[in-house]
């Protein structure tokens, strides 16, 4: 099976579990229900879940364990950009070639249905946690990431240096590892807890260079990528004067930070046994991607 | 003791681990941490985390059992203000005689000073999972307590219907069993599936009504209340026409409904093998508050 046709596999796998997830919401009122479906079905690249799906796989771990909780990461990352779009933080109005949920549900809505889908991500983490201790490891871990000593310092952090023109390469550093790095880091880490800690140190250290690649990436795209496979605003970053990557090193020079990252990547998952194949494309793709 | 003075012990007794808690705070950049700081040490009665703790003396748990719990609320009782209180919301620029959270750290800041006071409030149930069965259900409970199917559900028909002149008592209350009512069942609830399942569900219906009597009683303060003892805006919610108990009942019709809420709260309690002093005093207190 080539790249994409096992890229698809997991991403059907995943979709259905998805699917499932939201013909079962049953909240009231309905704009609530409505709101959160809305940016949970409008698709996306899911890379998350599929990296979580792939390095259970790699380390021979089922990946019927790890299901709930690349579901529950996917939530997280959805509410965030729910969050992160709103006027009064990156004031997106487009997100996956569709109007930003506040753009069709409005403002107080869209807090709410960000809200709504962090606490039911945590709903479905302390289910798990029924399950034994590593499962309870594997939800600390995700909280953790997604925390105030994670996702949410990342997110603080690029707010502040907003407006920032000293372009420092620390305070880069520090917003890429913690904004896009952690729920990267999520996924990869949470196989290897529950496959009994094998790794575990190789894929934190995989998950913060691929989410530090991730983001250059898309410094990158704001620059070079297209609306109709970006499916967001181009050129906003750039045109903000915002503190990126691109802004910090260049633009050859964010390539060639991309690049390091890469190898870097590639370099981690040489020293892990099983078959790597699927996540060293994953890599090359991430390098390479036009969305 | 006294009402009063017995209020006073349990308040000092949460404050003491809440400001416990603010010290450890050690997340960057500072404007993620002095905004969380800010709405926890801001002050405020604690209603929760006291009924948290007089539940458990009713019952013969120890406090310390339930004292992670009675944070963990108090936490997402916070976050749910200052969202609450964003421009997109309630549009408050008060909150507890203090500027809002957005009116000092801006909208941007506030909206992730929110999320991450959820977070955290996550971070510590899922610690207490690891003591045990028990704590798993209490930590669901609370989670869907403040879910999609809990106080979100009421906070976005809230939001629904503000503007709503129809004033149906069944949307009414929907909206506080949900938004208010789910959030004063937690810490009541808690204690009790602590407690082994002993008045389980007399003091669900406890906290369903005392939730209602307080939303009830905040109306009333809305049109009688003064800004000095209430610390937030005055006869806003009457001036915009909102959709509240005393748009549905009437201003007396509002007071004979909270008297009814009262007395059966009280009936609850007078089922319950225990000293229940304290918390009937504090039915009175929720029914006559000036703040």
Request: charged share 25%.
């Given at each position: 099976?080539?790249?994409?046709?096992?890229?698809?596999?997991?991403?059907?796998?995943?979709?259905?579990?998805?699917?499932?997830?939201?013909?079962?919401?049953?909240?009231?009122?309905?704009?609530?229900?409505?709101?959160?479906?809305?940016?949970?079905?409008?698709?996306?690249?899911?890379?998350?879940?599929?990296?979580c799906?792939?390095t259970a796989?790699?380390l021979g771990v089922e990946r019927k364990k790890v299901m709930n909780f690349?579901?529950?990461?996917?939530?997280?990352?959805?509410?965030?950009?729910?969050?992160?779009?709103?006027?009064?933080?990156?004031?997106?109005?487009?997100?996956?070639?569709?109007?930003?949920?506040?753009?069709?549900?409005?403002?107080?809505?869209?807090?709410?249905?960000?809200?709504?889908?962090?606490?039911?991500?945590?709903?479905?983490?302390?289910?798990e946690?029924?399950k034994g201790t590593e499962f309870?490891s594997a939800a600390?871990f995700?909280?953790?990431?997604?925390?105030?000593?994670?996702?949410?310092?990342?997110?603080?952090?690029?707010?502040?240096?907003?407006?920032?023109?000293?372009?420092?390469?620390?305070?880069?550093?520090?917003?890429?590892?913690?904004?896009?790095?952690?729920?990267?880091?999520?996924?990869?880490v949470v196989p290897a807890i529950l496959g009994g800690g094998r790794?575990y140190?190789?894929?934190?250290?995989?998950?913060?260079?691929?989410?530090?690649?991730?983001?250059?990436?898309?410094?990158?795209?704001?620059?070079?990528?297209?609306?109709?496979?970006?499916?967001?605003?181009?050129?906003?970053?750039?045109?903000?004067?915002?503190?990126?990557?691109?802004?910090?090193?260049?633009?050859?020079?964010?390539?060639?930070?991309?690049?390091?990252?890469?190898?870097?990547?590639?370099?981690?998952?040489?020293?892990?046994?099983?078959?790597?194949?699927?996540?060293?494309?994953?890599?090359?793709?991430?390098?390479?991607?036009?969305?």
């Amino acid at each position: 099976m080539d790249f994409n046709e096992k890229y698809g596999a997991y991403l059907n796998e995943f979709n259905a579990v998805l699917q499932d997830f939201c013909n079962n919401l049953d909240c009231r009122p309905d704009i609530l229900k409505d709101s959160l479906k809305y940016s949970l079905e409008i698709g996306g690249k899911r890379i998350r879940p599929v990296l979580c799906l792939a390095t259970a796989d790699l380390l021979g771990v089922e990946r019927k364990k790890v299901m709930n909780f690349a579901l529950a990461t996917e939530l997280i990352h959805t509410y965030s950009l729910i969050h992160d779009d709103l006027p009064e933080m990156d004031d997106d109005d487009f997100r996956r070639g569709k109007p930003s949920n506040h753009k069709v549900f409005g403002t107080g809505n869209a807090v709410l249905a960000g809200d709504g889908l962090l606490n039911t991500a945590y709903s479905i983490l302390l289910k798990e946690c029924r399950k034994g201790t590593e499962f309870i490891s594997a939800a600390e871990f995700i909280s953790d990431c997604a925390g105030i000593y994670g996702m949410i310092a990342g997110q603080s952090a690029d707010l502040l240096h907003e407006n920032d023109k000293s372009f420092n390469e620390p305070t880069l550093n520090f917003i890429y590892e913690n904004k896009t790095g952690k729920l990267l880091t999520a996924p990869v880490v949470v196989p290897a807890i529950l496959g009994g800690g094998r790794c575990y140190s190789e894929l934190k250290a995989f998950g913060r260079d691929l989410g530090a690649l991730f983001q250059i990436t898309d410094d990158i795209l704001d620059i070079e990528g297209e609306f109709a496979s970006l499916g967001k605003s181009i050129g906003k970053d750039c045109k903000e004067g915002k503190f990126t990557s691109v802004a910090v090193y260049g633009l050859d020079g964010a390539k060639l930070r991309a690049d390091v990252l890469a190898e870097r990547c590639r370099a981690v998952l040489e020293g892990i046994d099983g078959n790597r194949d699927f996540l060293v494309r994953l890599v090359d793709y991430v390098r390479n991607r036009k969305n």
